[in-house]
């Protein structure tokens, strides 16, 4: 898949844990990093795509599960039924991920990850894109700064499929904010 | 209960800011050995690590106005907060759009910060 405009900051901090730490957590390895990275990495790609697919009603909701939580712009929304209604009022987007930067948390293997993402999304196809029938108050799209943070949770139903793939994660909470 | 981690998260961000628009070093009770800093796509663990970085910021004065704040129950008790913002230096007439993303765990009656992400959003 193209890298063309996805500065991926593969933001995720060393593993020094100091000696003198006292929770309980386990230490994150180099290895957690990486798959922290590469989990990261694939899932914003295939999260965006998704969303800005003619498919994305039917797509973007397995993303989620009846215990997530999102919000939008401030709006509340639960489970796989929310995003599904937040989904169906949504312009057509196209998504363009500027950075995004990712920590595991430590606590179960594999870990789950924090995911913080910025980039710009233009909502609606523009005159170019509607049909001739469109009416005239048609939002066009102008794009706008989008800030979202994901916190991805690995499913432990749902054993990895493919080679090299460690875990299948769904998203457990979802933020998203406009920007300006 | 569902109430308490909004104010949680709203009473943090706002200890946060104070401190760190007065005395940034002040800041270092909140982070633990183990904590995760990425500020600017750049990593650093631990408090000793993330407060060097935060103090040796080249600014003078600074002052966070936040614009918007999402707060989110994370598992176990810990609380996702989601900041956008603007960041004016120096007093200098620009303000800088930022967003901040925080993880705070709870500890006895208190919450420290396990996950820290900041960026300047220029996109």
């Given at each position: 898949m193209d890298d063309a405009g996805i500065q991926?900051?593969?933001?995720?901090?060393?593993?020094?844990?100091?000696?003198?730490?006292?929770?309980?957590?386990?230490?994150?390895?180099?290895?957690?990093?990486?798959?922290?990275?590469?989990?990261?990495?694939?899932?914003?790609?295939?999260?965006?795509?998704?969303?800005?697919?003619?498919?994305?009603?039917?797509?973007?909701?397995?993303?989620?599960?009846?215990?997530?939580?999102?919000?939008?712009?401030?709006?509340?929304?639960?489970?796989?039924?929310?995003?599904?209604?937040?989904?169906?009022?949504?312009?057509?987007?196209?998504?363009e991920v500027q950075?995004?930067?990712?920590?595991?948390?430590?606590?179960?293997?594999?870990?789950?990850?924090?995911?913080?993402?910025?980039?710009?999304?233009?909502?609606?196809?523009?005159?170019?894109?509607?049909?001739?029938?469109?009416?005239?108050?048609?939002?066009?799209?102008?794009?706008?700064?989008?800030?979202?943070?994901?916190?991805?949770?690995?499913?432990?139903?749902?054993?990895?499929?493919?080679?090299?793939?460690?875990?299948?994660?769904?998203?457990?909470?979802?933020?998203?904010?406009?920007?300006? | 209960?569902?109430?308490?981690?909004?104010?949680?998260?709203?009473?943090?961000?706002?200890?946060?800011?104070?401190?760190?628009?007065?005395?940034?070093?002040?800041?270092?009770?909140?982070?633990?050995?183990?904590?995760?800093?990425?500020?600017?796509?750049?990593?650093?663990?631990?408090?000793?690590?993330?407060?060097?970085?935060?103090?040796?910021?080249?600014?003078?004065?600074?002052?966070?106005?936040?614009?918007?704040?999402?707060?989110?129950?994370?598992?176990?008790?810990?609380?996702?907060?989601?900041?956008?913002?603007?960041?004016?230096?120096?007093?200098?007439?620009?303000?800088?759009?930022?967003?901040?993303?925080?993880?705070?765990?709870?500890?006895?009656?208190?919450?420290?910060?396990?996950?820290?992400?900041?960026?300047?959003?220029?996109?």
């Amino acid at each position: 898949m193209d890298d063309a405009g996805i500065q991926t900051s593969a933001s995720c901090p060393p593993t020094t844990i100091s000696s003198s730490s006292t929770m309980a957590a386990p230490p994150i390895t180099p290895s957690d990093i990486e798959i922290a990275t590469r989990a990261a990495d694939h899932f914003t790609r295939l999260y965006y795509t998704t969303y800005d697919s003619d498919t994305r009603l039917a797509d973007l909701p397995q993303f989620y599960r009846p215990t997530s939580v999102l919000t939008w712009n401030g709006e509340p929304f639960s489970g796989v039924d929310g995003t599904r209604a937040l989904i169906e009022n949504m312009p057509p987007t196209k998504h363009e991920v500027q950075s995004f930067d990712c920590h595991p948390i430590p606590g179960t293997q594999p870990p789950s990850l924090l995911v913080t993402v910025s980039g710009n999304v233009t909502h609606g196809k523009g005159p170019a894109g509607n049909p001739t029938n469109t009416p005239a108050k048609t939002i066009e799209g102008h794009p706008r700064v989008f800030s979202q943070t994901f916190m991805l949770v690995p499913d432990p139903t749902a054993p990895p499929t493919k080679p090299g793939e460690v875990a299948k994660y769904y998203i457990g909470a979802d933020i998203v904010r406009f920007v300006g | 209960m569902s109430q308490d981690f909004a104010s949680v998260g709203q009473q943090f961000a706002k200890f946060y800011y104070e401190k760190f628009d007065s005395d940034r070093s002040q800041l270092a009770p909140l982070y633990r050995d183990f904590s995760m800093l990425t500020f600017e796509g750049q990593p650093f663990q631990g408090t000793q690590a993330i407060i060097e970085k935060l103090t040796s910021l080249s600014f003078q004065k600074v002052a966070h106005q936040v614009s918007s704040m999402d707060v989110q129950p994370s598992s176990d008790g810990k609380i996702l907060v989601h900041v956008c913002g603007f960041l004016q230096v120096d007093g200098g007439e620009n303000h800088l759009p930022y967003n901040q993303v925080f993880q705070l765990v709870p500890e006895g009656s208190t919450y420290y910060v396990l996950n820290d992400m900041f960026r300047l959003n220029l996109a």
